[in-house]
T-cell receptor, first 114, second 109 residues
Framework: SAVISQKPSRDICQRGTSLTIQCQVD?????MFWYRQQPGQSLTLIAT?????????ESGFVIDKFPISRPNLTFSTLTVSNMSPEDSSIYLC???????????FGPGTRLTVL | QKEVEQNSGPLSVPEGAIASLNCTYS??????FFWYRQYSGKSPELIMS????GDKEDGRFTAQLNKASQYVSLLIRDSQPSDSATYLC?????????FGAGTRLTVKP
């Protein structure tokens, strides 16, 4: 199975700033996703990262707040813009297997906004 | 109604017992179902996938699916303290993966 890495693994940021999270996969994958997991909560899909086109956002998430890039089939970034303490969460990227619908998750980025 | 519902627990079982985790889903046309295990501070790890009615066994884990009842479960036989984690049920809904809130399982030595 693919090896997925994320950078940074954690960060503490000041409100009003932005943080870009990177997701790198060691093989080409078609499907990449970004999730948020707030403290004590389950996973919520933010968007599907589409290679070569704009990401597809879920209800409640907008491009201005969470811009996503997907320049190729092994890499994606998620930016959390103009952060507030409510953005403190774990952000996870995942890769999907089209044939089985299975998804495999990266190690996550733990973000704390002060 | 939530798309995927789980009993949040906590569920506590003694070592060696069978742990039973349950999940219901709202979208009758869902076709793919998954169980993830998440240790504290770690990302979710896929442990079972099931697509058709009936049982699917993998080692100590058995997933059960009943599409008519919109119900999927996970049985863990011979539970070990290392099985203590949060178990997330996930369902494919309109090509997106939706997660339940998770059930926290504690296996006591």
């Amino acid at each position: 199975s693919a090896v997925i890495s994320q950078k940074p693994s954690r960060d503490i940021c000041q409100r009003g700033t932005s943080l870009t999270i990177q997701c790198q996969v060691d093989s080409q994958v078609t499907m990449m996703f970004w999730y948020r997991q707030q403290p004590g909560q389950s996973l919520t899909l933010i968007a599907t990262a589409n290679q070569g086109s704009e990401a597809t956002y879920e209800s409640g998430f907008v491009i201005d707040k969470f811009p996503i890039s997907r320049p190729n089939l092994t890499f994606s970034t998620l930016t959390v813009s103009n952060m507030s303490p409510e953005d403190s969460s774990i952000y996870l990227c995942s890769v999907g297997v089209i044939r089985t619908d299975e998804q495999f998750f990266g190690p996550g980025t733990r973000l704390t906004v002060l | 109604q939530k798309e995927v519902e789980q009993n949040s627990g906590p569920l506590s079982v003694p070592e060696g017992a069978i742990a039973s985790l349950n999940c219901t889903y709202s979208d009758r046309v869902s076709q793919s179902f998954f169980w993830y295990r998440q240790y504290s501070g770690k990302s979710p790890e896929l442990i079972m996938s099931i697509y058709s009615n009936g049982d699917k066994e993998d080692g100590r884990f058995t997933a059960q699916l009943n599409k008519a009842s919109q119900y999927v479960s996970l049985l863990i036989r011979d539970s070990q303290p290392s099985d203590s984690a949060t178990y997330l049920c996930a369902v494919i809904n309109n090509n997106d993966m939706r997660f339940g809130a998770g059930t926290r399982l504690t296996v006591k030595p």
